[in-house]
């Protein structure tokens, strides 16, 4: 494209020639009067003539090179749009294919929600069982002490017969035997609810730590979900083993 400030001095300059040939072809339309044209005025007339022709050709000249340009501006517009067009169907064919992840995601994320669900059902049914077992231990206790309260009436009991009457003391031998065998069935019930008292406290204990472990594993695969969202949507690797990838091509391209 030529210089804008030649352009306009050259088009000033024809201008003015055009208004000096204006100007005297007036003159010589005013003259015309004169019966006969001279040959002076002949030639005057085919150099004014020739120099409008001149300027037209000229004229000619500057529009066929100014079209030449427009045409090459428009091919090259008509280039950027189509690489535009292009650039755009694989921007939304990267979009599609990240809106497909998302939804994939989300999947994900709610199948991590209906298992923490699962955890805290699970997790309520353990605390009520643990309550369960509290309550028959406390239950065992109370029935241990009354086996004891028991017990003691009954030596007392035995104790005050043999001293009130020694002729009873088959009776009361029978009653001793008596209460030693209930004595040693409490103590085996004691045994007894003492050993299920410990295996209660080593199931709930043991309850306690798999509902702990389930929490850890809980949280540890809501964060590992947590921060596999979090990394697929935000970090956007421009290498891949060193070399620029199609997809950093293309933010490039659309930055510029």
């Not at 045409?71 to 169907?89: F, G, M, N, P, T």
């Not at 204990?205 to 594993?217: G, M, N, Q, S, T």
Request: with cysteine.
């Amino acid at each position: 494209m030529p210089p804008k400030g030649s352009s306009h001095a050259r088009s000033a300059a024809q201008a003015a020639q055009l208004a000096a040939l204006a100007e005297q072809k007036a003159r010589l339309i005013a003259g015309s009067t004169a019966p006969e044209p001279t040959v002076a005025s002949l030639q005057e007339l085919l150099a004014m003539s020739e120099n409008k022709v001149q300027l037209l050709e000229d004229r000619v000249i500057e529009l066929e090179s100014a079209l030449h340009i427009q045409r090459d501006l428009v091919a090259e517009l008509s280039q950027a749009l189509a690489d535009e067009k292009d650039q755009s169907a694989t921007l939304c064919a990267g979009l599609d294919a990240q809106i497909e992840h998302s939804k994939k995601l989300y999947k994900a994320l709610r199948v991590e929600k209906r298992a923490q669900q699962r955890g805290q059902a699970w997790k309520g049914v353990l605390e009520e069982q643990i309550q369960l077992l509290k309550s028959a231990d406390i239950k065992l206790a109370v029935d241990l002490q009354m086996a004891k309260g028991n017990a003691s009436k009954a030596v007392d009991a035995l104790l005050k017969t043999e001293r009130e009457n020694s002729a009873l003391r088959s009776k009361l031998s029978k009653t001793l035997e008596q209460c030693t065998t209930e004595a040693a069935l409490a103590q085996q019930k004691l045994t007894q609810a003492h050993n299920r008292m410990k295996e209660h406290k080593k199931l709930s204990e043991k309850l306690k730590k798999r509902c702990d472990r389930a929490a850890r594993v809980h949280a540890n695969a809501l964060k590992r979900a947590t921060d596999h969202v979090k990394k697929e949507s935000a970090v956007h690797k421009l290498l891949h083993k060193g070399v620029f990838t199609e997809k950093t091509h293309n933010l490039i391209r659309l930055l510029v």
